[in-house]
């Protein structure tokens, strides 16, 4: 069944449609055949504008030294290693290469990879061939109808995954070094239960003190698909990463061509416009770059008196902790407050193409009033529950009460 709900049969028609259901959901933000033409040049200046905005809250994290060590000429001993750690026995590419393959025969064409690998990083670009992706569909229900139904599992060529490995494990350290404490994903030395720890600290405060607070826990609807590359760019630059690296990080993202299998029948390739894949070792860091676009926003707002957080101690305040998408956002209940956070995310998401599942994302509420809940209920678009009532994050079910034994039933489903 296709978007409009119609159904098709046939090898052909499917691929055809599958085609067309991809290549629409990767379009590009704003893209003109989506939107009235009247108002393209109007929405176009404001992405632009928000784009730049966010850009520019990033200052240089990266030295001239850090950049150079990012660029630096690649090793026979370095690519060794990365093909040793890749995990066997994993599906292939389109050009149907194993990791075992290349580990069994690797003393044969080592210099031809390295070359491979070499020209990448010196040129600034990926060639298509390499970049090729294939898309399987994996059934999410029993008896799936419609594309949605389906999870996409991206299967990289093992030439690309080498070289996106390489740029990965030389520009995560520098990352860790660099980014905010509040970052609790994908970075060296940050782990998941610091975030949990962090955040059932803040909810424990809460009750102690009995603040009248709202606690915001984000649900980024397809994250990864929806990264706007003209933000990412600029990011990557304004950080201090320097025209070549940026370039060649950027051809592992804009290279790629798809192609869904479907009865393990490839369709034809297509390009994407927007967004980052699943599986690439890539992918974690460019999106929490992203991310931080977010709490710079959240930052320069409390720093300015517009939003306060929440007390965990005399001297620190926990405004938002951020694991890779899992967001939250935690303060006074107060609708200046929350009119800000809700100005911030609507920049925040036209500039990086994000969108916020409204209809999973939730308000957790302490010490409002029925007639203050009501008013917020009228004004904001999210599912609000009482903060003792407890809520599941990363796969832990967080509350200010005792835990009851029925809280632990959903790690059980």
């Known amino acids: 069944m296709d978007d409009e709900g119609n159904l098709h049969s046939g090898q052909k028609n499917i691929k055809f449609e599958v085609v067309k259901h991809f290549k629409n959901f990767f379009k590009e933000q704003g893209d003109p055949s989506t939107i009235d033409q009247v108002s393209v040049a109007a929405k176009f200046s404001r992405l632009i504008t928000e784009v730049v905005s966010v850009a520019a809250k990033f200052s240089r994290l990266i030295?001239?030294?850090?950049?150079?060590?990012?660029?630096?000429?690649?090793?026979?001993?370095?690519?060794?290693?990365?093909?040793?750690?890749?995990?066997?026995d994993k599906s292939p590419g389109s050009d149907g290469w194993t990791v075992e393959f290349f580990l069994h025969f690797f003393d044969l064409f080592e210099g031809d990879i390295l070359n491979m690998v070499e020209e990448s990083?010196?040129?600034?670009?990926?060639?298509?061939?390499?970049?090729?992706?294939f898309i399987a569909l994996v059934p999410k229900v029993n008896k799936p109808l419609t594309f949605g139904d389906y999870r996409p599992i991206s299967l990289y060529n093992l030439c690309y995954k080498i070289i996106s490995k390489i740029i990965a494990?030389?520009?995560?350290?520098?990352?860790?070094?660099?980014?905010?404490?509040?970052?609790?994903?994908?970075?060296?030395?940050r782990q998941i239960q610091d975030a949990i720890g962090i955040?059932?600290?803040?909810?424990?405060?809460?009750?102690?003190?009995?603040?009248?607070?709202?606690?915001?826990?984000?649900?980024?609807?397809?994250a990864y698909d929806f990264i706007n590359w003209n933000l990412l760019r600029m990011i990557l630059l304004q950080i201090g990463l320097g025209l070549k690296v940026t370039n060649w990080i950027m051809s592992c993202v804009v290279s790629t061509s798809?192609?869904?299998?479907?009865?393990g029948e490839a369709t034809d390739l297509f390009k994407r416009a927007r967004g980052l894949r699943q599986g690439?070792?890539?992918?974690?860091?460019?999106?929490?770059?992203?991310?931080?676009?977010?709490?710079?926003?959240?930052?320069?707002?409390?720093?300015?008196?517009?939003?306060?957080?929440?007390?965990?101690?005399?001297?620190?305040?926990?405004?938002?902790?951020?694991?890779?998408?899992?967001?939250?956002?935690?303060?006074?209940?107060?609708?200046?407050?929350?009119?800000?956070?809700?100005?911030?995310?609507?920049?925040?998401?036209?500039?990086?193409?994000?969108?916020?599942?409204?209809?999973?994302?939730?308000?957790?509420?302490?010490?409002?009033?029925?007639?203050?809940?009501?008013?917020?209920?009228?004004?904001?678009p999210y599912k609000f529950s009482n903060l003792a009532s407890g809520f599941k994050y990363l796969g832990f079910y967080l509350k200010t009460g005792p835990q009851r034994a029925d809280d632990w039933i959903c790690l059980l489903k």
Not at 65 to 86: H, N, P, T
Not at 172 to 183: A, G
């Open 63 to 88: 030295t001239e030294v850090e950049a150079e060590v990012l660029y630096a000429l690649i090793q026979m001993v370095e690519l060794r290693d990365i093909l040793s750690k890749f995990k066997v």
């Open 258 to 263: 798809f192609a869904v299998l479907i009865n």
């Open 280 to 380: 690439c070792p890539l992918s974690p860091l460019l999106f929490i770059l992203v991310m931080e676009g977010l709490r710079l926003l959240l930052k320069e707002s409390q720093r300015e008196g517009k939003l306060a957080g929440i007390n965990v101690s005399r001297t620190i305040k926990i405004l938002h902790i951020l694991f890779v998408d899992d967001v939250i956002i935690m303060t006074n209940a107060t609708l200046q407050e929350w009119w800000e956070i809700d100005k911030i995310l609507k920049s925040f998401c036209l500039a990086s193409g994000l969108q916020i599942n409204a209809t999973k994302s939730i308000i957790l509420q302490a010490g409002l009033s029925e007639k203050d809940l009501s008013l917020y209920k009228s004004l904001f």
């Open 121 to 133: 990083r010196l040129k600034g670009n990926i060639s298509g061939g390499l970049n090729s992706t």
């Open 199 to 222: 955040v059932h600290e803040c909810l424990h405060n809460i009750k102690k003190n009995k603040l009248k607070s709202l606690v915001l826990k984000l649900d980024l609807q397809k």
């Open 169 to 189: 494990n030389r520009t995560k350290p520098i990352l860790s070094r660099s980014l905010s404490e509040e970052q609790l994903g994908s970075l060296q030395g």
